[in-house]
């Protein structure tokens, strides 16, 4: 059998260094989006929100209550 010689040869340098150097690359990945409130805390704004309410509605009722016995 005929032996095959490579297409490129090697060439190493007679003087001097020689070295190589691996340089490590980032891997991007897709970003995590997060929640900019957990849903504990949208919980708890909106008991607040409801009771904040209650107690304008029944501010408004006692208001009326009010106008009317005086009238």
Do not use: N
């Given at each position: 059998m005929p032996e095959v010689k490579p297409i490129f040869r090697e060439v190493l340098p007679k003087q001097g260094q020689l070295s190589m150097e691996d340089v490590p690359t980032m891997v991007l990945c897709k970003p995590k989006l997060l929640p900019l409130k957990s849903v504990t805390l949208e919980k708890l704004e909106k008991m607040q929100m409801e009771a904040q309410e209650a107690v304008k509605q029944?501010?408004?009722?006692a208001k009326d209550v009010s106008k009317t016995l005086v009238v």
């Amino acid at each position: 059998m005929p032996e095959v010689k490579p297409i490129f040869r090697e060439v190493l340098p007679k003087q001097g260094q020689l070295s190589m150097e691996d340089v490590p690359t980032m891997v991007l990945c897709k970003p995590k989006l997060l929640p900019l409130k957990s849903v504990t805390l949208e919980k708890l704004e909106k008991m607040q929100m409801e009771a904040q309410e209650a107690v304008k509605q029944q501010e408004l009722a006692a208001k009326d209550v009010s106008k009317t016995l005086v009238v």
